[in-house]
């Protein structure tokens, strides 16, 4: 077994890189069409992670949605559901959100030895929760995934969380889906943070695949990592 999962990160954006605005209704960057397509890239995988305050902002429930994709992973002896993956440093996380009460899959969650005791006792049976000790390392968490049977993991999120597994050189490929407009608010979430990226104009992503879906672009890249 690998020592961490095959690690594909999936993100839709505004054409100048926010991947939400600042209203209180959550930004529409995506069609039916390619809700589809994502759809289809989740049954394809073991896990999926989001941060905790994707988990607070979005409240998404993160299930695979198509009935019969579901059941071609449990005739395959897959879960129909995923197992759910989110991480936190303090440990504000509601056991009322989507991330919890949806899906039959087991969720799990790494957390800062500070938070982890109190987080175990608020969510009791709804997560395993992992104490990570000072910090939540994502070698160290990617490697208790590949130590729980998660050969690949879907990673959507938020900014914060992109940018920590791509500057560390942890991605393996990107589904980027670009919608047809501009937010231009500074305030606005980003599909990455400033950081020092491995990938660069000497060293840049192969493009697999670019495909248009309504109105959307949809780009595959992978980063020489090792193939999915």
Known sequence: MSDRPFVLLSCATSVDGYIDDMSHE???????????????ARAGVDAILVGANTVRRDDPSLLIKSAARRAQRVARGLPEDLTKVTMTAGGDIDPGSRFFTTGTAPKIVYAAEDAAPVLAGRLGEL?????MGTSVELPTLLADLAARGVRRLMVEGGGSVHTRFLTAGLVDEIHLVIAPFFVGDPGAPRFTHPGVFPQSPGR???????RRIGEVAFLRYTMGNRRG
């Open 26 to 40: 959550r930004l529409r960057l995506s069609n039916t069409a390619d809700l589809d397509r994502l759809d289809a």
């Open 204 to 210: 840049p992503m192969r493009l697999e695949e670019a």
């Open 127 to 131: 997560a395993t929760v992992v104490d």
